[in-house]
């Protein structure tokens, strides 16, 4: 090969090897480059477009093609929808990839049919993974909020609670009617069932129940001490995602405290006094009060003795309190008690009423003590026409609150009761000091009592 034919040679490999150079160069550029295209199926939208929920968004392979020669044959070029929460990218990314149609000339589509979708940002994308730097993305489109539509639906019917002071137990009815429903998504009508109900006791957020019953119970519901207290209930339906909430709803629980204990005071002796009073309902304890002056905090009991120098010629009142978490509430005060006799009267007849059998029982109208001294008065009752002379055996006792006062028999117990008439009989009996007789709950018992006539 002479000179000239190797520079001819050289020559055409030059022009071989730039023209393929060139070719390439083109080819790629053809294919990669530009910063964003349109997309062809949505008329008339820009950066920022809007795209309706419900929407199928189209890229015909043919349009894809004008922008970028070669896009849609590369197999190595990725080509995906992406949504973004941001309309920059910057935000969190779903990818979706995208979906080849059968019909001729060919899409590749999207469905906007999910709810996680809405309120976000839609781009197609396409790049090669070789080249991060050659990529294409479509103009952003924001995709509207779907939007629920709702037909009918249950509805809140009332409260009802109970409970103590400071928290309630409160049962909220709900009517039992489905919500009927449709979306911008799927403007088919549809049923459903799903509820969850907020409960807010004065403005705060004090329970939360999904899927509830229609009659649904919410417990432990603090409320105020001795003022109206506020309850407002929520419904809330959970539909394709979407949670829609009803008109708050207020009801308005009654204020409540707690009652009034009422007092009693017995005097036991000058200084002794054996103090008593109703029980509260709520109440945790009681203060004790001696003039103007809180003698005792007691706990949820209803007796307490007061001891000490004056205690039988001093006034008394009692106030209920209730104790939580560190907090005292009060009720009102009960009334202002002297202290009374320690005695116990009993409203018994001592006529007698017949002599039609032979008896003449032993009837006590009165019982007092005195230390531990008990006078016991009572009356024999002789239903005879025969003078009654004593009692063989006789045997009287008294159990105040339980708990045995005294207990004492009597042998021939002398009477002298004239015939159809009675005889008041004096008896004192050793027994328990300090007793309460006046309040206490007492029970007398009385044996034999057999006459001799």
Partial sequence: MNTITKIINKAALILILSAVFCIAFAASNNVYAGGGYSMPELKGPDAKGEITPGTIVKILFTDLENEAPGITSDPQVEKYFAISTSDDFTGSVIRVDALESSQEGGYYFIKIDKQEYCDKYLRFYTGHPTDTGLNNNSNPYYIKPNVLHLNAGPEILGIKCKGSLLSKEIVVTISTTPAKYNTDIDPTWRFEDKRTIKLYSNGTLVGTQKNSNYNTTFTNVPVKYGTDNTVTVQ??????????????????????????????????????????????????????????????????????????????????????????????????????????????????????????????????????????????????????????????????????????????????????????????????????KGVDLRNGGTITYIEGGTPVW
């Avoid at 949670?243 to 009693?264: C, M, N, Q, R």
């Avoid at 009060?289 to 009692?318: C, H, L, M, P, Q």
């Fill in 235 to 432: 419904l809330c339906l959970e539909l394709d995602g979407m949670t829609i909430d009803s008109k708050p709803k207020s009801f308005t629980v009654p204020a409540e405290s707690l009652g009034t204990p009422t007092a009693y005071a017995t005097k036991i002796s000058s200084k002794q006094v054996a103090l008593s009073w109703t029980t509260v309902q709520g109440a945790t304890g009681y203060e004790i009060y001696k003039g103007s002056k809180k003698v005792k905090t007691v706990g949820d009991i209803n007796r307490y003795t007061v001891k000490g120098k004056g205690a039988g010629k001093s006034k008394y009142r009692v106030v209920a309190i209730l104790n939580q978490d560190g907090q005292v509430y009060k009720g009102s005060s009960s009334n202002t008690v002297k202290p009374q006799k320690n005695e116990i009267k009993f409203n018994r007849s001592v006529v007698y009423t017949s002599t039609s059998y032979a008896t003449c029982p032993f009837r006590i109208t009165k019982i007092s003590l005195n230390g531990s001294t008990y006078t016991v008065t009572g009356y024999a009752v002789n239903n005879r026409i025969f003078k009654m002379k004593r009692y063989k055996n006789l045997r009287v006792g008294l159990y105040v609150n339980g708990k045995k006062a005294f207990n004492k028999k009597y042998k021939s117990r002398s009477v002298n009761c004239r015939a159809s008439g009675s005889k008041k009989i004096v008896l004192k009996v050793k027994g328990k």
